[in-house]
């Protein structure tokens, strides 16, 4: 069975079954290993550089994002 067929058979599922299932998920995310964790935030890295190197982003200096970030802590 696919990602996409098990997406599809669990959005037909009530609210509360989906919501006690989307807990465990996400409780399993906890108990990942180093090297999985290393492998999604590798993944999650080239997502990034390929989104800059496409156009698809824009890149901002580490002062305007932390300039914004001290506005929107105020």
Known sequence: ????QIEKQVLKLDANSRAKLASKLLSSL??????????LWAEEA???HNELIGS?????????????ARTRLK
């Open 1 to 4: 069975m696919t990602v996409q």
């Open 30 to 39: 906890d108990e990942l290993s180093d090297v999985e964790n290393e492998k």
């Open 46 to 48: 080239m997502r990034r």
């Open 56 to 68: 698809k982003a824009k890149s901002r200096s580490a002062e305007v994002v932390f300039k914004n």
